[in-house]
């Protein structure tokens, strides 16, 4: 009799396939491959590698579609296979890559999305996934930072105007202008020179800057940056603790599987006695 094929092993090679490092390692080369195609576009090229560079992404582009085809047909439960944010990312821009570039009305949309492929390269290696995870789920406790940042900012703007217009109409002559001055300001860009032009009319106005610089630039940033390494830090706990409580289900498994062993060799030998 010849020998029955198991589908249950077959299935568990090809997602051994799939999670290997080589596999892996395969995906970021043909994404950075294809980065660099895109940039050598961006040049004035000879013909023939215009030419060359064409048939590369078209065949960067087949690849990606076997690719995300494979993964698909390994996953355990297709049905949800999209429900996770890296798969549709990734199933949309490999989409988007088949739109054809002779196409005058979608080139654009094509090159955009031949682009955006190089974001895969962070779908494809899970400590960039980490990153790009924590800073999202950072963004609720962002927003009430950034919304008192934005109160600061409107207040100090609403000053500015009220003092300085007199100074400079082009940068305070009204809220929504302060607001970009103040903007520059917290960023550094010159803003010594907004404040000594201010400070020839008003000698005390270096306290508004001062204290402005020390709001947004010292409290603020370090609030942003408090917010996202406390997040980081929890998704950090819970991954151990999930790979710990794995760790604990497979030796669990194990041993239940040697106790199994052990019992049907008691009943063996106590049937030969």
Request: with cysteine; net charge negative.
């Amino acid at each position: 009799m010849s020998p029955q094929l198991n589908p249950a092993s077959g299935f568990e090679k090809l997602r051994r396939i799939e999670s290997s490092k080589v596999f892996q390692g395969a995906v970021i080369a043909i994404i950075i491959l294809s980065a660099l195609t895109i940039g050598a576009k961006t040049y004035d090229l000879p013909p023939l590698v215009e030419k060359s560079l064409i048939v590369m992404d078209n065949g960067i582009t087949l690849f990606f579609l076997m690719e995300i085809l494979f993964r698909f047909s390994v996953c355990a439960n297709k049905k949800r296979f999209l429900f996770d944010g890296w798969n549709l990312f990734d199933t949309l821009v490999v989409i988007g890559s088949l739109i054809p570039l002779d196409n005058s009305e979608a080139v654009l949309l094509g090159r955009l999305l031949r682009v955006f492929r190089v974001l895969r390269l962070v779908s494809v290696v899970p400590e960039l996934r980490f990153l790009i995870n924590s800073l999202l789920k950072a963004i609720p406790r962002m927003g009430y930072i950034a919304l008192l940042m934005f109160i600061i900012f409107y207040i100090y703007a609403a000053m500015g105007s009220m003092f300085f217009t007199s100074v400079d109409e082009e940068l305070w002559g009204d809220v929504a202008i302060a607001m970009l001055t103040l903007f520059r300001v917290a960023t550094f860009e010159d803003w010594t020179d907004v404040m000594y032009a201010t400070m020839e009319q008003y000698p005390l106005s270096w306290i508004f800057y001062i204290t402005f610089i020390f709001l947004t630039a010292f409290v603020f940033l370090n609030m942003m940056i408090g917010a996202i390494l406390e997040v980081m830090s929890e998704e950090q706990n819970a991954k151990q603790a999930q790979k710990a409580h794995d760790e604990r289900d497979e030796i669990a498994r194990q041993l239940q599987a040697v106790q199994v062993q052990l019992a049907e060799l008691t009943k063996q030998i106590s049937e030969k006695r």
